[in-house]
């Protein structure tokens, strides 16, 4: 089916209504194989950018080394970077072996939280 | 990948990893989860997606060239740093029921809830309260008084919802920051008191 360019080369009804251009899980090469861990609140940290060669990496792949030069929980991350969770799962996955990102996963709900933690969220949520 | 072989990165050296803790908003569809995400965020509520990929076993499709369904699941968030070791973390949980398999992910690890329920449709979060209850996760109920409309008081709702005695029924506006963080504070303060059998 062939559409009619628009001025700027795109066809006409492809706009920013449209959604993203390309399938989520084009820019993984196609694997969606689920990736263990990066919980929705597990933390992950980049290597110091300084310290990375970007060059080879995928433009992917340097975005989230770029946003996750400081801690930055994975949900968080996946929203900044604007794509689906199981795609940011699977770039860090990547970045994880190539040890490019750490992750610290949140602790498993049975041992967590101690009542000093519960407590000083209260007191936090009083004070807002 | 080997783009770095040479000296270890040493990634998340020195820097600060505070906790967080995951919090649901759940309820019916259009019942005020995302209103409240926002009325009480220090951030304006993120989304995030998540990919369904339904593989095509389940249908009779024979031709093979696109054997799968895709859809997007949006999750609102927000987020509230209580100090600098600290972190909530307020996930809406999406409202369609064919997403339930979601919240498993959601569910997982996650402090408590806060199930929104509108009197007007209260049947609306049964599923949200039966859930919790079966997983034995603990949470408060909140009933969204609409334009300040209080149509049936806590105890009414306690008594439809069948709720345990212990489960705490509050009546909120989701829009109003005040009364998104009493429902938290109280969800919390729920979660200790069940920590704490013996005191």
Redesign the interface.
């Known amino acids: 089916m062939a559409a009619d360019p628009g001025r700027d080369g795109q066809p006409d009804w492809l706009d920013m209504d449209a959604g993203p251009v390309v ?3 084009t820019v993984t090469g196609g694997r ?1 194989k689920p990736v263990s861990g990066f ?5 992950v ?4 950018l300084d ?7 995928q433009p992917e ?1 340097r975005t989230i080394i770029e946003v996750a030069q ?2 930055v ?1 994975v ?2 991350l ?3 970077v604007d794509l ?4 940011v799962r699977i770039l860090l996955g ?2 994880l ?6 992750s ?1 996963e ?4 049975a041992s ?2 101690d ?1 000093d ?6 007191n ?3 004070a ?1 | 990948m080997d783009s770095v072989h040479s000296d270890r990165p040493g990634p998340g050296e020195g820097q600060h990893i505070p906790i967080a803790l995951k919090i649901l908003i759940a309820g019916g569809f259009g019942v005020g989860k995302t209103t409240l995400v926002g009325s009480v965020s220090e951030i304006r509520p993120l989304q995030t997606e998540e990919v369904l990929s339904t593989a095509s076993e389940a249908t009779d499709d024979v031709s093979g060239v696109e054997g799968k369904n895709t859809t997007t699941v949006a999750m609102d968030f927000g987020r509230i740093t209580i100090n600098e070791d600290l972190q909530v973390y307020l996930f809406g949980t999406p409202g369609q029921d064919r997403f339930w398999f979601l919240w498993d992910e959601l569910a997982f690890g996650a402090l408590g809830a806060v199930v929104l329920a509108d009197t007007r449709r209260l049947a609306d979060c049964f599923p949200s309260v039966d859930y919790f209850e079966t997983r034995n996760t603990p949470f408060v109920v909140g009933v969204n008084c609409f334009d300040g409309i209080q149509r049936h008081s806590a105890t009414a709702v306690r008594s439809a919802l069948d709720l345990d005695p212990d489960v705490p029924v509050l009546l909120c506006d989701a829009r109003d920051r005040q009364s998104g963080k009493d429902l938290l504070i109280a969800l919390v303060e729920h979660v200790a008191s069940r920590r704490v059998p013996t005191g």
């Not at chain 1, 949140?106 to 709900?109: I, L, V």
Request: no cysteine; hydrophobic share 55%.
């Open positions: 399938r989520p899980y969606v919980d929705l609140v597990a933390f940290v980049a290597a110091p310290r990375v060669d970007l060059a080879p990496l792949h400081r801690p929980a949900a968080e996946a929203a900044r689906a969770l199981g795609v990547d970045l072996s190539a040890g490019l990102v750490v610290y949140p602790q498993p709900a967590l939280p009542n933690i519960l407590q000083a969220v209260v936090g949520l009083r807002l």
